[in-house]
C-alpha cells in the first residue's frame, strides 16, 4: 500500500500453531458457555483477550466446522492475525489492535439498496440469525506481500445475494465500512478517500468461496480484523476484502474502490493474487508467512484456481492481477 513497511512479521518467531493443537483449543471453547468465552480466551496461550465476550451474536460460535475447504499450511497464531492489522480507520500502520477497540459495534445497521426489489435495513443481529454460519479455513494474501491463515466465521455471500432479491439488471455490488468520526481517528487524514469502500461481480460475490466473515478463530469477530461483518475472498489481494461494512449497494456499474482511487495503476479493480504479475513496485514471487517469517512460493489465486478461475475466462483485455 502507500505505506512504510513494518518490519514486526521480520523477527523471528516459534513456528505456527499446528491445526491439531488449535482444534484442541476449540474443543476446549466448545465447551464452555459463551458468557465465559470472554475469561476463557484470557488463560489460552496464543490469544490476547479483547472485549468480544459483549457480542450479541456471540451464542452463534464456535459454528460447525466446514471441512470442505483444506489448506496446506499450518494456522496462524490467533495473537499474529489479531495484532497485525490494515485498518487505516485506526491508523496507517499495522498496530491498530488496541485503538479499533474504540469502535461501537452494537447496534450495528445493515443497508442493502440499489438494484434490490426492496431496498432493506436491518440490525446485524437480526440478519446473522437468519444466515448460515459455519467455520472455513483459508489462506489470505495482503497484496503488501504477508500471508495467513485463519478460520473464519461467517455465511456465503450467495445468501445475502439471495435474501436482498436483486433485479435482473444489477451486475455488481459496492460495499461500504462505517465512518465513526469520534472513534476512528483516520477519518481525519482528509486526503484519504473515506468511507473505504469495495466492490466484486455478481459471479464474484457468488462464488461458493465467498464469505462474509462474522467470526475468527471460533468467536465473533474482533474489532481490528473488520467487526462486525467483513468481505472474504481468498484468491484476491487482502485489500478487497472491505471490513466492518454498513452498506451493500447492487449496481450496474463497476465501483471504484479505495486504494484503486488512489493509485489504479497500483490497486485495481480485479486484485487476483498472481506470482508472476509484480507490483508496480515489488515482486509478488514470494509472500511471508505472517506466523513465522518464512517466505514461501506464492499460488495463483492465492491456490484457488479451481473454483474462480473460470470466472475470468475471457477477460483477457482487463487488468486481472493488479
Ligand atoms: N477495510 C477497511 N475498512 N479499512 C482498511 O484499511 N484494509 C484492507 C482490508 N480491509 C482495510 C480494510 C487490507 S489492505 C487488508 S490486507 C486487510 O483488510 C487486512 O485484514 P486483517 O487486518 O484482518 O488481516
Not at 475468527?216 to 475472498?233: H, I, M, S
Amino acid at each position: 500500500m502507500l505505506i512504510k513497511r513494518k518490519r514486526g512479521w521480520e523477527l523471528p518467531e516459534s513456528a505456527a500453531t499446528p491445526e491439531a493443537i488449535y482444534r484442541n483449543r476449540r474443543n476446549f471453547i466448545k465447551g464452555i458457555t459463551a458468557g465465559t468465552l470472554g475469561a476463557a480466551a484470557a488463560t489460552l496461550p496464543a490469544g490476547r483477550a479483547f472485549a468480544q465476550a459483549a457480542a450479541p451474536n456471540a451464542d452463534l460460535y464456535p459454528a460447525k466446522h466446514n471441512d470442505a475447504y483444506t489448506v496446506d499450511r499450518a494456522i496462524t497464531p490467533k495473537a499474529k492475525a489479531t495484532t497485525y492489522n490494515n485498518f487505516y480507520e485506526f491508523g496507517s500502520h499495522k498496530f491498530i489492535s488496541d485503538a479499533a477497540q474504540a469502535m461501537k459495534i452494537t447496534p450495528w445497521t445493515v443497508q442493502i439498496d440499489g438494484m434490490v426489489e426492496k431496498p432493506i435495513e436491518m440490525d446485524f443481529d437480526d440478519l446473522v440469525r437468519k444466515m448460515p454460519l459455519e467455520e472455513r479455513v483459508y489462506r489470505f494474501r495482503c497484496v503488501e506481500a504477508w500471508a495467513m491463515t485463519v478460520p473464519w466465521t461467517g455465511f456465503p455471500m450467495k445468501a445475502l445475494v439471495d435474501f436482498a432479491k436483486p433485479t435482473s439488471g444489477a451486475k455488481y455490488i459496492q460495499m461500504q465500512t462505517a465512518e465513526q468520526k469520534d472513534t476512528m481517528p483516520g477519518l481525519k487524514q482528509f486526503w484519504y478517500p473515506w468511507p473505504y469502500t469495495e466492490g466484486l461481480t455478481m459471479a464474484e460475490a457468488t462464488n461458493e468461496l465467498t464469505m462474509i466473515a462474522t467470526g475468527l478463530y471460533g468467536e465473533p469477530l474482533p474489532k481490528q480484523n473488520g467487526a462486525p461483518l467483513r468481505l472474504v475472498t481468498p484468491w484476491k489481494y487482502g485489500f478487497k476484502n472491505i471490513k466492518s461494512i454498513v452498506k451493500f449497494t447492487f449496481t450496474d456499474k463497476r465501483p471504484v474502490g479505495y486504494w484503486e482511487s488512489l493509485a489504479d495503476s497500483e490497486y485495481g479493480f480485479w486484485a487476483n493474487v498472481n506470482p508472476k504479475v509484480p507490483h508496480p513496485r515489488w515482486s509478488q514471487a514470494q509472500e511471508r508467512l505472517l506466523s513465522n517469517g518464512d517466505e514461501v512460493p506464492t499460488q495463483l489465486f492465492n491456490g484457488y484456481g479451481d473454483y474462480v478461475a473460470d470466472i475470468y475466462k475471457g477477460m483477457d483485455g482487463e487488468k486481472l492481477y493488479m
